[in-house]
């Protein structure tokens, strides 16, 4: 669906079920990242582009009782009562309401709000979903009620509720690459100062989004999740002797390698994956996408062999994406399954795309950019 027809259909589904014209509707992006995994919470470098046609929205209207919000999403099928003084819950109104707390909080408290949500994003895909949902829902409470702030205040806001209201440690990448981002463009992200450039890529090559089948859940991922890998790296800085993981270049490997397994493999990772994305900029800048392509088979293999947070099947469909004749194929996203993104020569994609489908029977085809 193009982003106008989203757009559209949400604004009928607030209008259906609950009898009214919506006061404001807005759209936000997933992302697919292209290099530079877990690198955002160590101050590292990133490479996402927001996704054209895959993304989150919303409608608000303003409701008729002080301080409730109906949140109807025809995707979940179903409506959630909540009031804004709530908190957390552990459902996915969790993150609308943990942004209208942070931008709308004392208008919500007397209007009371009515919500709408369509996604065409699928959920634990690591395509960000989660962040399309806070900065959509940022942006449109921004707008009911008249306020407005830059597209990166509101991707800092946005990662503030992730990390305080739902309590997902996150970085900055997903709310920057959905707020900030132009969909199809490669964002070089530096996470630490927010400073970002937009990079094109070749026109002759597409990246093939391939969802695993195997869903990824990053809140509680359980002992070896998400916030362990934090708690990793902050165990890491620690026995390094610095602020922050991006603080260390190719150059102190030997360092790491000395330091205790398995934080020498964390921190091991966060400089290669730093690299990987700077030697990636300059890969797109000279329209070298067989370097590139490398460089996205050396992250891979950087998530599963020191990182340690790909699972079998991404790891299957990344070997066969290369015998399928792909440039270059990595695990997307938080990890522990969720997408593959592979560079594929755009008159191959058909072809290249059948023949996945036919060896993996759980994976589909989510997009081609
Ligand atoms: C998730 C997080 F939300 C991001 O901040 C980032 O760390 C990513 O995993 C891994 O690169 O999407």
């Given at each position: 669906m193009t982003q106008e027809k989203e757009t559209a259909s949400v604004k009928a589904a607030f209008e259906k079920h609950f009898g009214q014209t919506p006061g404001v509707v807005a759209y936000s992006p997933g992302r697919v990242n292209l290099l530079g995994e877990h690198t955002d919470y160590n101050g590292g470098f990133v490479l996402p582009m927001a996704l054209r046609g895959l993304g989150v929205s919303i409608a608000l209207g303003?409701?008729?009782?002080?301080?409730?919000?109906?949140?109807?999403?025809?995707?979940?099928?179903?409506?959630?009562?909540?009031?804004?003084?709530?908190?957390?819950?552990?459902?996915?109104?969790?993150?609308?309401?943990?942004?209208?707390?942070?931008?709308?909080?004392?208008?919500?408290?007397?209007?009371?709000?009515?919500?709408?949500?369509?996604?065409?994003?699928?959920?634990?895909?690591?395509?960000?979903?989660?962040?399309?949902?806070?900065?959509?829902?940022?942006?449109?409470?921004?707008a009911l009620f008249g306020r407005t702030m830059s597209s990166v205040d509101v991707a800092v806001k946005a990662r503030a509720v992730e990390n305080e209201f739902v309590g997902m440690p996150c970085g900055i990448m997903d709310q920057f690459a959905s707020s900030v981002g132009d969909p199809g463009v490669a964002m070089f992200l530096n996470t630490r100062t927010l400073d970002y450039e937009l990079v094109e890529t070749s026109p002759d090559f597409a990246f093939v989004i391939i969802a695993s089948g195997v869903s990824h859940q990053l809140v509680d991922g359980g002992e070896d999740g998400y916030a362990t890998r934090v708690a990793e790296c902050q165990a890491a800085c620690k026995a390094l002797n610095v602020e922050m993981l991006s603080d260390l270049g190719v150059g102190d490997l030997d360092r790491i390698n000395g330091i205790s397994e398995p934080l020498n493999r964390r921190a091991r990772h966060i400089v290669n994956d730093n690299k990987h994305v700077l030697d990636g900029v300059v890969a797109l800048r000279n329209h070298d996408m067989a370097f590139f392509g490398k460089l996205m088979v050396a992250s891979h293999l950087s998530q599963k062999d020191d990182y340690q947070i790909t699972v079998d099947e991404t790891d299957a469909i990344v070997e066969a994406a290369l015998s399928f004749g792909a440039l270059g194929a990595r695990q997307t996203g938080g990890g522990w399954g969720g997408s593959v993104v592979a560079l594929v020569e755009k008159d191959q994609v058909d072809a290249f795309s059948q023949r996945i489908l036919d060896r993996f029977e759980k994976t589909s085809i989510l997009a081609v950019t």
């Amino acid at each position: 669906m193009t982003q106008e027809k989203e757009t559209a259909s949400v604004k009928a589904a607030f209008e259906k079920h609950f009898g009214q014209t919506p006061g404001v509707v807005a759209y936000s992006p997933g992302r697919v990242n292209l290099l530079g995994e877990h690198t955002d919470y160590n101050g590292g470098f990133v490479l996402p582009m927001a996704l054209r046609g895959l993304g989150v929205s919303i409608a608000l209207g303003k409701g008729d009782k002080p301080g409730v919000i109906e949140a109807y999403s025809d995707t979940f099928d179903q409506t959630e009562l909540r009031t804004i003084e709530d908190g957390r819950e552990g459902r996915w109104s969790d993150y609308l309401l943990g942004c209208l707390k942070a931008v709308a909080y004392e208008d919500v408290a007397v209007t009371g709000l009515r919500v709408a949500l369509e996604t065409t994003l699928p959920m634990g895909a690591g395509l960000s979903s989660s962040a399309a949902l806070e900065v959509a829902s940022i942006k449109a409470a921004l707008a009911l009620f008249g306020r407005t702030m830059s597209s990166v205040d509101v991707a800092v806001k946005a990662r503030a509720v992730e990390n305080e209201f739902v309590g997902m440690p996150c970085g900055i990448m997903d709310q920057f690459a959905s707020s900030v981002g132009d969909p199809g463009v490669a964002m070089f992200l530096n996470t630490r100062t927010l400073d970002y450039e937009l990079v094109e890529t070749s026109p002759d090559f597409a990246f093939v989004i391939i969802a695993s089948g195997v869903s990824h859940q990053l809140v509680d991922g359980g002992e070896d999740g998400y916030a362990t890998r934090v708690a990793e790296c902050q165990a890491a800085c620690k026995a390094l002797n610095v602020e922050m993981l991006s603080d260390l270049g190719v150059g102190d490997l030997d360092r790491i390698n000395g330091i205790s397994e398995p934080l020498n493999r964390r921190a091991r990772h966060i400089v290669n994956d730093n690299k990987h994305v700077l030697d990636g900029v300059v890969a797109l800048r000279n329209h070298d996408m067989a370097f590139f392509g490398k460089l996205m088979v050396a992250s891979h293999l950087s998530q599963k062999d020191d990182y340690q947070i790909t699972v079998d099947e991404t790891d299957a469909i990344v070997e066969a994406a290369l015998s399928f004749g792909a440039l270059g194929a990595r695990q997307t996203g938080g990890g522990w399954g969720g997408s593959v993104v592979a560079l594929v020569e755009k008159d191959q994609v058909d072809a290249f795309s059948q023949r996945i489908l036919d060896r993996f029977e759980k994976t589909s085809i989510l997009a081609v950019t």
